[in-house]
């Protein structure tokens, strides 16, 4: 790997200073996405967000210092997964992918998908209206037979209106951004006893990622009670993900987050190596099949 001890010159990401940490060996980005305009938007995209490719997230990586990393579908492009197909094969072994279907796939689709390096389906219900929550439990169905996850997307208030469909969903589950629990009481809102309640059941898996979503301070310190419950209360149950190209800052003409400081901050939050590990390399080895 290249010197990080050199700033290098990383898109979509405010670089202050060279990451102060070293990740455990095959340490996984369990959230980021590519944007490549040669495959064209859903034609509800009102983003237009920029490209964002393969070669801009390999600079990243190496500077981060991850190996392992996940790709998300955004909603940019619905249903149509090239784009993220594509990316997963000039990636190659350290990538797995979260597709987006609706509950018309075929199987020779989600066989496709598969090939391609797919093991899980996302709903975002917060952007684009390829998915719809009445979607959730057929396409669950489907893709849990293949040993697949789903992953959710919502707001807190939505995930607490969707409670009874997402304790019915078969396989396992994961919950986008923490459950996007609100400041500055995450806590007293109701969706965090269904956190628990999920979480209990052994097939919920938690992202710690996008913490500038929900966070009122620049360097995200105001998430520390919160991150630091999920990572010493359900440890076997977390992930990191960088959300990067962080297409929701992008969109709303925000300032790029420090990716080295709020990542140094998990690993510290952490505590221990044994958490550290869980976290970075065990869980997300688990749960997208790398072993």
Not at 209 to 234: G, I, N, P
Not at 241 to 260: E, F, R, T, V
Request: aromatic share 8%.
């Amino acid at each position: 790997m290249e010197s990080r001890d050199i700033l290098a010159d990383v898109k979509y990401s405010h670089i202050s200073h060279s990451p102060e940490i070293v990740l455990p060996e095959n340490s996984c980005d369990c959230h980021h996405h590519i944007f490549d305009r040669r495959y064209p938007y859903a034609a509800d995209d009102t983003r237009n967000l920029p490209n964002a490719t393969v070669n801009d997230y390999n600079q990243f990586k190496k500077w981060l210092g991850h190996s392992r990393h996940i790709l998300v579908q955004p909603s940019s492009y619905g249903t149509d997964n090239r784009c993220l197909t594509n990316a997963l094969r000039a990636f190659g072994t350290h990538a797995r992918g979260e597709a987006v279907v609706d509950d018309t796939v075929s199987d020779a689709e989600l066989d496709a998908l598969q090939q391609a390096g797919v093991t899980g389906v996302r709903f975002n219900l917060g952007a684009g209206n390829a998915t719809t929550p009445e979607m959730l439990l057929p396409v669950a169905q489907r893709v849990a037979e293949r040993g697949w996850h789903v992953q959710v997307h919502a707001t807190a208030d939505q995930l607490w209106q969707l409670r009874s469909t997402l304790l019915q969903i078969p396989g396992n589950l994961v919950i986008d951004h923490y459950f996007r629990l609100p400041q500055p009481e995450p806590m007293a809102h109701p969706v965090w006893k269904l956190a628990w309640e999920l979480i209990e059941k052994g097939q919920c898996w938690v992202k710690l990622s996008a913490l500038y979503h929900q966070s009122q301070c620049d360097d995200v310190s105001d998430m520390a009670a919160l991150v630091t419950r999920f990572l010493h209360d359900a440890t076997e149950r977390v992930l990191w993900g960088s959300d990067w190209p962080h297409p929701n800052l992008i969109s709303a003409n925000k300032n790029m987050p420090d990716d080295a400081l709020i990542l140094s901050k998990i690993y510290h939050w952490a505590h221990n190596d044994q958490v550290r590990h869980k976290l970075f390399v065990e869980n997300p080895a688990e749960l997208y099949r790398f072993n």
